[in-house]
Structure formats: structure tokens, C-alpha cells
């Protein structure tokens, strides 16, 4: 009689390809690929799955995948270096959140990591000044409403001078400039 060897140990999650990473980052209705999106970055760690060099938070930032987010979160899987890691041109998942408008990501990475309202891209741009670049009406308030955003702080201008109001008649939001007062 042949003795069959028991197995204590737990297979460990299944991997996932990148592409199909990529794929379950704009699937914010499941539980399951928020899960699979989990184990991939415990896996994988926040590295550049694309040839801009976005990370699987750029792509859940840009889609708005807030399931996906507060599960990475409330887990534990991010650190404020994750969340603050640029792609190629510098911006953070906050940054595409603030292009896109994705304001509900926005609300939920600040909450996390106030200071990354303070991060800059290569060209010197904070989420504050693409937020404006964008016309981001909704985002730029919920940046300014912060607090730690004055209308003289440094983030508030590129190191070439260039101020949100530039950033925001540069691209013709010119209906949009009111929303570009300070108290």
C-alpha cells in the first residue's frame, strides 16, 4: 500500500502577469481583482508595469479604482515611499488622480499621506498646479482645503515662475479661473 506524504504547507496566491494587472486596475466593482491586485503587489512590490513607467497606483489612480485603493491601504501592502514613487515624468498616483479629476482617490491618499499634496514632478508641478493645469474644479478646492496649501507657498508656482494661474489660462480654463482665489 503506498503511503501518500501529507502536504502541510499553504500554496502561496497565484501570480499575475502585469498585463493582467493592468487590466484588473480598471475593474473597480470587484472584490476579487481588488484581492488578486492585493497579492500582486505583495508580490511584486509598486514597480513600473508600462514603458512610461506608471505602477499599478498610477493606472488605480487613473481609473478610480477606490476599492482597490482602501483594500491596499487597510491592509497594510503601501508605504508613503510607494505612494509617493513618480513614473518617468515624475507624477505620483496623486498627481493622475488630480489630471483626471479622481477626486474620491484624492480624498483617500490624503487621508493616508497628507504631505504628498507637496510633492513635485520633474517639471516642478504638485497635484495643486495640475489640478489647475485640468480645470479641476473639485480637486484643486480639495487641495486648497487642505490646509496646508497657501497662496505664497512654493507649490503654488514651477521653479520657472510659472503659477497654477499661468498653468490654468496656458491650457484655457478660463471659465474655471474664479475657482482660483485664495482666502
Do not use: W
Amino acid at each position: 500500500m503506498a503511503v501518500s506524504p501529507t502536504n502541510s504547507f499553504t500554496a502561496p496566491p497565484p501570480i499575475i502577469s502585469r498585463s493582467r494587472a493592468f487590466k484588473l486596475a480598471s475593474d473597480c466593482n470587484s472584490s476579487e481583482s481588488s484581492t488578486l491586485l492585493c497579492n500582486f503587489l505583495r508580490q511584486e512590490g509598486v514597480q513600473s508595469i508600462d514603458a512610461r513607467g506608471n505602477t499599478l497606483l498610477h493606472f488605480l489612480a487613473m481609473y478610480g479604482n477606490l476599492s482597490a485603493f482602501k483594500m491596499l491601504l487597510g491592509d497594510g501592502i503601501l508605504t508613503n515611499e510607494d505612494l509617493a514613487k513618480g513614473n518617468k515624468k515624475g507624477d505620483t498616483a496623486l498627481h493622475e488622480a488630480a489630471k483626471l479629476g479622481q477626486k474620491e482617490i484624492m480624498e483617500v491618499l490624503l487621508e493616508y499621506e497628507r504631505d504628498l499634496v507637496m510633492v513635485s514632478n520633474n517639471s516642478e508641478e504638485t497635484p495643486l498646479f495640475t489640478a489647475a493645469s485640468g480645470g479641476k474644479k473639485e480637486v484643486f478646492d480639495l487641495l486648497i482645503k487642505d490646509g496646508r496649501i497657501h497662496s505664497d507657498h512654493y507649490v503654488m508656482a514651477r521653479t520657472d515662475g510659472s503659477t497654477v494661474l499661468h498653468a490654468a489660462i496656458m491650457e484655457e480654463y478660463f471659465s474655471e479661473l474664479t475657482f482660483l482665489s485664495f482666502q
